[in-house]
T-cell receptor, first 111, second 115 residues
Framework: QKEVEQNSGPLSVPEGAIASLNCTYSDRGSQSFFWYRQYSGKSPELIMSIYSNGDKEDGRFTAQLNKASQYVSLLIRDSQPSDSATYLCAASKAAGNKLTFGGGTRVLVKP | DGGITQSPKYLFRKEGQNVTLSCEQNLNHDAMYWYRQDPGQGLRLIYYSQIVNDFQKGDIAEGYSVSREKKESFPLTVTSAQKNPTAFYLC??????????????FGPGTRLTVL
């Protein structure tokens, strides 16, 4: 079992709709969670970080964390073609700030 | 203009050659990291360094070596012992060493191809 798992997709979403991405993790010692967006051929860029149970909103993005169920999700509202990318979920433990990445979910937003 | 730079952008290696990938940051970050990404996959940690003159192996360190002689520089050498080095290599840095909440920022990457 991988430590951080994501559905590889592609997740096809009409323009203007909500894209919902899920991520599960196996290590209960994981404390912090990060969502990165990666365009093809480019490096990852941070979208959201979340450390506490519940929701965290930033613009069109909402991250949700449920430590009891060991999952993290990312919602993208009003999806735009420019949101088409691979979204990477990452987890870190309490010390050392080592990140463990999932395989990524590819999102395609169709006009 | 602060950030992380990696060079070269593209690198071609012949069988049996060692090659060195450069990573420099001017963010005054303490921690630096090297990741490898294979097509369609996530990132895997090769090495990381939390302080000058010290570094630790990540999950896939075999066939790689690093040095951290200066705070701003963390070069990665891909040795001939690495059997399948073709991949996208990403360098990252973060400001604090012991916090799990600190964000890692990535350089633009180096794409290495074995001929």
């Amino acid at each position: 079992q991988k430590e951080v798992e994501q559905n590889s997709g592609p997740l096809s979403v009409p323009e203007g709709a909500i894209a919902s991405l899920n991520c599960t993790y196996s290590d209960r010692g994981s404390q912090s969670f990060f969502w990165y967006r990666q365009y093809s051929g480019k490096s990852p860029e941070l979208i959201m970080s979340i450390y506490s149970n519940g929701d965290k909103e930033d613009g069109r993005f909402t991250a949700q964390l449920n430590k009891a169920s060991q999952y993290v999700s990312l919602l993208i509202r009003d999806s735009q073609p420019s949101d088409s990318a691979t979204y990477l979920c990452a987890a870190s433990k309490a010390a050392g700030n080592k990140l463990t990445f999932g395989g990524g979910t590819r999102v395609l937003v169709k006009p | 203009d602060g950030g992380i730079t990696q060079s070269p952008k593209y690198l071609f290696r012949k069988e049996g050659q060692n090659v060195t990938l450069s990573c420099e940051q001017n963010l005054n970050h303490d921690a630096m990291y090297w990741y490898r990404q294979d097509p369609g996959q996530g990132l895997r940690l090769i090495y990381y360094s939390q302080i000058v003159n010290d570094f630790q192996k990540g999950d896939i360190a075999e066939g790689y070596s690093v040095s951290r002689e200066k705070k701003e520089s963390f070069p990665l050498t891909v040795t001939s012992a690495q059997k399948n080095p073709t991949a996208f290599y990403l360098c990252a840095s973060s400001s604090r060493v012991t916090s799990s909440t600190d964000t890692q920022y990535f350089g633009p990457g180096t794409r290495l191809t074995v001929l």
